[in-house]
């Protein structure tokens, strides 16, 4: 008979404690408990329970604060930071240790970089203006070797960057990045510009997020900031509200404060351009100009004091209006290096284990048919139309939390079988009040090649499901195939 996979504990994990090992890290000290994760300084210990002398760096353990009912992007976008730090490397990220899954407790344990944000300068604001170019010259530095590295940061903020002793930017926080070789989950998943609001760029508004520009857009309304003590875009809380950057600009630095000197506002408003094209093309040539402000040609932006004309802005406004972005891939190029996407429609919460057997065992088969494929595993949380939904269990354990778990217990033999790893195999826990619409949007958003889902096949069940498996075979656009299993017959 075939092993039972672990399955997660029955209630709520209990709260972490200090004195507690979690895998081979003692929890030394809670550093910050924020609203998505609690940061604890740790010790890496040897398998006789001492510390480990190899070790010399401070490390830190990041944990997310899943506690029933939050948002699914947050859940998500720790999934997304598991994936991507490992593949970081430099003095401008922190260097990554170890990951724990949801499976059993997740938690990402990387070096420590002492000291405060560059939140807390914001109170300064404005800054003396060669403290505002020595920020700028360096988070230049480290955005340049991250996009190096493929990697669109997404978030840029004065809460995420960090200084070593000898002054290095160290960029933090990778929850809502991009990383040009793994899975886009947050654009897979949600059909909301994903950003914080006073910082995101147009594009980010609109929907793209593959564009490094974009985070020159954000250290441009670091500058501003620092610069004058004002957003440029104030502090949007709506969709409307970011849009308004698409064809409102800011009132020029040099009208906020007279002894910001032409270049540096020529540097920032170019910074903050609403096409991308019209801003500096890398971090590096914007470093650039910065560490040599004499070199900065300087153009009508120089000289502006007052914000464009309101004929000028309504002319803006009613290009924004039609100027959403392409839908389809990047380019063809990137669509050639993606191998067909195959998507595992899983119903974890009440299919049979026979049924469960035979999806996994026709999945495995199809995705070793196609080396180059990558597997989406996806599971629908049904809310309802109307009312408040239940977010947790009987045992206080997050409902989204649970599929997710469920999703990766299933896929686990696949993995193990095909060596698939971070970037090849995927769970997305779909919240939706139809199964059926869910896949087919889902399917359709992120270009899926091949459906492969499973329906009972007896009784009332079989009905009820089949009807899911006939509308997503009668809604895709792609190639769906249904795997019935018929159940055991009772002795």
Same mark, same amino acid.
């Given at each position: 008979?075939?092993?039972?996979?672990?399955?997660?504990?029955?209630?709520?994990?209990?709260?972490?404690?200090?004195?507690?090992?979690?895998?081979?890290?003692?929890?030394?000290?809670?550093?910050?408990?924020?609203?998505?994760?609690?940061?604890?300084?740790?010790?890496?210990?040897?398998?006789?329970?001492?510390?480990?002398?190899?070790?010399?760096?401070?490390?830190?353990?990041?944990?997310?604060?899943?506690?029933?009912? @939050?948002?699914?992007?947050?859940?998500?976008?720790?999934?997304?930071?598991?994936?991507?730090?490992?593949?970081?490397?430099?003095?401008?990220?922190?260097?990554?240790?170890?990951?724990?899954?949801?499976?059993?407790?997740?938690?990402?344990?990387?070096?420590?970089?002492?000291?405060?944000?560059?939140?807390?300068?914001?109170?300064?604001?404005?800054?003396?203006?060669?403290?505002?170019?020595?920020?700028?010259?360096?988070?230049?530095?480290?955005?340049?070797?991250?996009?190096?590295?493929?990697?669109?940061?997404?978030?840029?903020?004065?809460?995420?960057?960090?200084?070593?002793?000898?002054?290095?930017?160290?960029?933090?926080?990778?929850?809502?990045?991009?990383?040009?070789?793994?899975?886009?989950?947050?654009? @897979?998943?949600?059909?909301?510009?994903?950003?914080?609001?006073?910082?995101?760029?147009?594009?980010?508004?609109?929907?793209?997020?593959?564009?490094?520009?974009?985070?020159?857009f954000a250290l441009g309304v670091m500058l501003y900031h620092f610069t004058t003590g004002e957003r440029p875009f104030g502090a949007p809380e709506s969709v409307q509200g970011l849009r308004r950057r698409l064809y409102v600009d800011p009132v020029p630095p040099r009208a906020l404060r007279a002894d910001c000197p032409?270049?540096?506002?020529?540097?920032?408003?170019?910074?903050?351009?609403?096409?991308?094209?019209?801003?500096?093309?890398?971090?590096?040539?914007?470093?650039?100009?910065?560490?040599?402000?004499?070199?900065?040609?300087?153009?009508?932006?120089?000289?502006?004091?007052?914000?464009?004309?309101?004929?000028?802005?309504?002319?803006?406004?009613?290009?924004?209006?039609?100027?959403?972005?392409?839908?389809?891939?990047?380019?063809?190029?990137?669509?050639?290096?993606?191998?067909?996407?195959?998507?595992?429609a899983v119903d974890v919460e009440t299919a049979s284990n026979h049924l469960l057997d035979e999806l996994r065992e026709t999945v495995r088969r199809i995705v070793l048919t196609e080396p180059g494929a990558?597997?989406?595993?996806?599971?629908?949380?049904?809310?309802?139309?109307?009312?408040?939904?239940?977010?947790?269990?009987?045992?206080?354990?997050?409902?989204?939390?649970?599929?997710?778990?469920?999703?990766?217990?299933?896929?686990?033999?696949?993995?193990?079988?095909?060596?698939?790893?971070?970037?090849?195999?995927?769970?997305?826990?779909?919240?939706?009040?139809?199964?059926?619409?869910?896949?087919?949007?889902?399917?359709?958003?992120?270009?899926?090649?091949?459906?492969?889902?499973?329906?009972?096949?007896?009784?009332?069940?079989?009905?009820?499901?089949?009807?899911?498996?006939?509308?997503?075979?009668?809604?895709?656009?792609?190639?769906?195939?249904?795997?019935?299993?018929?159940?055991?017959?009772?002795?």
């Open positions: 008979m075939e092993s039972k996979e672990p399955q997660a504990p029955a209630g709520p994990r209990p709260p972490l404690a200090v004195g507690q090992v979690v895998d081979q890290f003692r929890l030394e000290e809670s550093l910050h408990q924020g609203g998505m994760a609690t940061l604890w300084r740790v010790t890496r210990l040897l398998p006789d329970g001492t510390p480990d002398p190899a070790n010399e760096l401070p490390l830190l353990m990041k944990v997310p604060r899943i506690k029933g009912g @939050e948002d699914p992007a947050t859940i998500v976008g720790f999934e997304v930071e598991r994936m991507i730090m490992p593949m970081l490397s430099g003095p401008h990220v922190p260097k990554f240790i170890a990951k724990g899954d949801f499976t059993r407790q997740p938690y990402i344990v990387m070096e420590h970089i002492p000291g405060p944000s560059l939140r807390p300068r914001l109170d300064d604001a404005p800054l003396a203006l060669d403290e505002v170019v020595e920020i700028g010259s360096r988070v230049a530095a480290a955005l340049h070797e991250l996009h190096r590295q493929h990697v669109v940061h997404l978030d840029i903020k004065p809460s995420n960057i960090l200084f070593r002793p000898d002054g290095t930017a160290v960029l933090i926080d990778f929850g809502l990045s991009r990383h040009d070789h793994l899975p886009d989950l947050l654009d @897979e998943e949600f059909t909301l510009p994903m950003g914080t609001g006073p910082y995101m760029s147009p594009e980010q508004v609109q929907f793209v997020r593959n564009d490094p520009r974009s985070d020159l032409p270049w540096l506002q020529e540097l920032i408003l170019k910074c903050l351009e609403v096409k991308p094209e019209n801003r500096y093309q890398s971090a590096a040539q914007l470093g650039l100009a910065l560490q040599d402000p004499a070199q900065i040609p300087l153009t009508r932006r120089a000289d502006k004091l007052q914000r464009s004309s309101t004929f000028k802005r309504f002319k803006r406004w009613f290009f924004a209006l039609g100027a959403e972005p392409d839908v389809r891939p990047v380019n063809t190029t990137e669509l050639a290096k993606k191998s067909p996407i195959i998507l595992a990558r597997l989406a595993c996806v599971s629908v949380m049904r809310t309802a139309r109307i009312g408040m939904d239940e977010l947790t269990d009987e045992h206080g354990q997050s409902l989204h939390v649970k599929q997710l778990i469920g999703l990766k217990h299933w896929a686990r033999p696949i993995s193990k079988a095909l060596n698939l790893d971070d970037g090849r195999l995927t769970f997305h826990v779909l919240e939706a009040p139809d199964a059926a619409t869910a896949i087919v949007d889902f399917a359709r958003r992120n270009h899926i090649d091949h459906i492969v889902m499973g329906a009972r096949g007896n009784s009332a069940l079989r009905r009820y499901l089949g009807s899911v498996s006939s509308q997503v075979v009668a809604e895709s656009d792609c190639t769906v195939t249904v795997v019935r299993a018929a159940e055991p017959e009772a002795g």
